[in-house]
């Protein structure tokens, strides 16, 4: 006797679907993805289900980060739209009140909005003469994450490393929730 209940698509198959419906510009592309677990994103992460996703069909190969709620509802993480980490975000319940906390979240945010950087901890005396001379007067921090607070939002600054070695300072405008209101990125070549 054949059963009348079709099987939900697996959580993998929704990260899948979702980026390609996402990305008109590969209509014919191949996905493929993997479920992000223990790793920092999921220490601050618990109530969605993390993907990451690329396809070798685009050179260089993108990467793409999908979190699922428990009730399904996929959101594509990117750095160029935050809707979706923001509407992760205000599920999430976030409480952030010390350094280290918003350390992770800087992290966790490029994990997931720009894999292709990677948070440094601190700069060399290299990286901070390439700002300098780059910089136009604006103030260098050395290490972490400068926090920057106010009575509803807080300010974060950090520094990450993109796969083609370039250095970028990243600053993020968020709210007490961790939801963001606005993301710049510089890039110091």
Partial sequence: MASSVQAAPDN???????????????KDCLFFGVPIINELANQLIRKHQLFTVSTLDMVPSPIWSVA????????????RDLNGWNQMIQGEQLSL???????TYARVFLRLNAPRSLYIPSLTNAEMNRIQSQGKGRKIHKKGVRVIKSKKRVGLAFYAKNVVGNLERWSLLIESGGQVIKAENQVFR
């Fill in 12 to 26: 993998l198959s929704r990260a899948l679907s979702t980026v390609k419906e996402n990305t008109p510009e590969c």
């Fill in 68 to 79: 699922l709620s428990s009730n399904e509802t996929p959101y594509l993480l990117e750095a």
């Fill in 97 to 103: 009140k010390s350094q280290e906390d918003f350390t």
